[in-house]
């Protein structure tokens, strides 16, 4: 059982290396330049979706305009007599009527070339973001080669202590070593904690059944049923 533990232990330290460069802040930039990309797209997605409505507004006040200018024409045409009130009065409501749709279409084209302004600026923005977060990736992913290289001898040191120890392991407390951490579950044996009769899991602190006890006391472990961990019994205490 000593064999194991000390497996075990040489494991979490393999582990650790792992968790300390998963954790680094390399990695840190390098997720947040990943997160940086990706909302970039789904941001652009949006802008070209807003560019492609602000053209259609554009295409429809064209339609709109070339329609006005077209009544001017018409209006222009029309003889009137200038003794003719009622005439007059239709012709003056046509132009004001004209004159309006000219002043809706323009404050609607300020508003657009707003719009598009602001579009172009928060394309800019993006870009900027982005080509700024690349540069800091790039730096990031050198300066997390060299942190995985700084742990390499220490990873081919620990991993020649983990083949030499394994020889030394009985093949059926490997396997079940194995078994538990095939499902990546760290540390696969822990140890029962006992208090009086009540035996739990020293993983997960379920306490363990009766027909459980008497199989841990037989055979010296048991596989936890809540947390799949190997339960032992320390028999040098
Ligand atoms: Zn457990």
């Given amino acids: 059982m000593n064999k194991i533990l000390e497996y075990q232990r040489i494991e979490g330290e393999l582990i650790n290396i792992d968790k300390k460069i998963s954790q680094s802040n390399s990695m840190k930039v390098i997720n947040q330049a990943n997160d940086i990309a990706n909302n970039a797209k789904s941001e652009m997605k949006e802008l070209d979706k807003k560019a492609g409505e602000l053209v259609s507004s554009f295409n429809k006040l064209q339609d709109i305009m070339q329609k006005n200018i077209q009544n001017i024409q018409n209006l222009e045409k029309q003889k009137v007599e200038v003794a003719d009130k009622q005439q007059l009065r239709k012709l003056y409501d046509n132009i004001k009527t004209v004159n309006n749709n000219l002043n809706i279409i323009e404050q609607r084209l300020n508003d657009i070339n707003k719009n598009i302004d602001w579009v172009l600026k928060k394309f800019q923005k993006i870009k900027g973001n982005v080509s700024n977060s690349k540069d800091k990736k790039i730096k990031a992913q050198q300066d997390l080669e060299e942190y995985k290289k700084s742990f390499d001898d220490k990873k081919v040191k620990l991993q020649a202590q983990l083949d030499s ?33 009540v035996i739990r ?31 032992f019994i320390n028999q040098d205490k």
């Fill in 201 to 231: 899991c020293g993983g997960c602190k379920t306490q363990i059944p009766v027909a459980g006890i008497n199989k841990l006391k037989n055979d010296g472990y048991i596989e936890c049923e809540r947390c799949r961990r190997i339960i």
């Fill in 165 to 197: 120890l394994k020889k030394e392991i009985p093949q059926n407390v490997f396997k079940l070593y194995q078994k538990v951490r095939e499902e990546n579950i760290y540390p696969a044996f822990v140890e029962a904690n006992q208090e009086g009769d």
